[in-house]
């Protein structure tokens, strides 16, 4: 069974840092990564897909890198805005076995950029 | 081009009541899936739709909960009756391929319809 856990549960840095959040999963047959962001009362926007052959994905100031066989995935915040805060979701997608695919999320960490 | 639109956005019901939650998929995305959060849990796969075809229905918790999707367009989740360990956040969304190869975004999740029973 897969799991997905997200450290820290909640983070709080002043504005302007770098910072990473980590994520990791008990299953390394997952055939891509997803990191969301979720703002409060709303959905989950994608910020980046990482596939099972790659080794990281960069967007902006976000960095996410995956390394499959040790099972972890971390997200890099670079120059944090308080624009930025939010709670951030890592979703890996494995075979459910049922001809269907599943994202498997963790508990997320919530971001908060203090100005 | 539009996004996953979900309504309504919130529902507060009494338990033993009917509620149907409805999902528009991105024009064209084949696959559609509904998830949902319950307070405190991580959000967790309910089931997938291959166009009108259930492909996959092993994370519905019981037979309280039924879904459609007509025509392979929009899908509705009916509870029915609805219980109090109901209530959580159902999120619908699609993707135009199973592996998100042919995007950069994978999934493409709605805003959610946040169901409180009482």
């Known amino acids: 069974k897969q799991e997905v856990t997200q450290i820290p549960a909640a983070l709080s840095v002043p504005e302007g840092e770098n910072l990473v959040l980590n994520c990791s999963f008990t299953?390394?047959?997952?055939?891509?990564l997803q990191w969301f962001r979720q703002d409060p009362g709303k959905g989950l926007t994608s910020l980046l897909l990482?596939?099972?052959?790659?080794r990281e994905q960069t967007s902006g100031r976000l960095n996410a890198s995956l390394d499959k066989s040790s099972g972890r995935s971390t997200l890099y915040i670079a120059a944090s805005q308080p624009g930025d805060s939010a709670t951030y979701l890592c979703?890996?997608?494995?075979?459910?076995?049922?001809?269907?695919?599943?994202?498997?999320f963790g508990k997320g960490t919530k971001l908060s950029v203090i100005p | 081009e539009a996004g996953v639109t979900q309504f309504p956005s919130h529902s507060v019901i009494e338990k033993g009541q009917t509620v149907t939650l409805r999902c528009d998929p991105i024009?064209?995305?084949?696959?559609l899936y509904w998830y949902r959060r319950v307070m405190g849990k991580e959000i967790k796969f309910l089931l997938h739709?291959?166009?009108?075809?259930?492909?996959?229905e092993s994370g519905m918790p019981n037979n309280r909960f039924l879904a459609e999707r007509t025509g392979g367009t929009y899908s509705t989740l009916k509870v029915q009756p609805a219980e109090l360990e109901d209530s959580g956040v159902y999120f619908c969304?699609?993707?135009?391929?199973?592996?998100?190869?042919?995007?950069?975004?994978?999934?493409?999740f709605g805003s959610g319809t946040r169901l409180t029973v009482v």
């Open positions: 979703a890996v997608k494995r075979n459910s076995g049922a001809g269907s695919y599943q994202l498997t």
């Open positions: 299953d390394s047959a997952i055939y891509n």
């Open positions: 990482i596939q099972s052959s790659q």
């Open positions: 969304a699609s993707s135009q391929d199973l592996w998100g190869f042919l995007d950069n975004y994978g999934y493409t």
């Open positions: 024009s064209g995305h084949d696959n």
């Open positions: 739709f291959v166009k009108e075809s259930k492909q996959d």
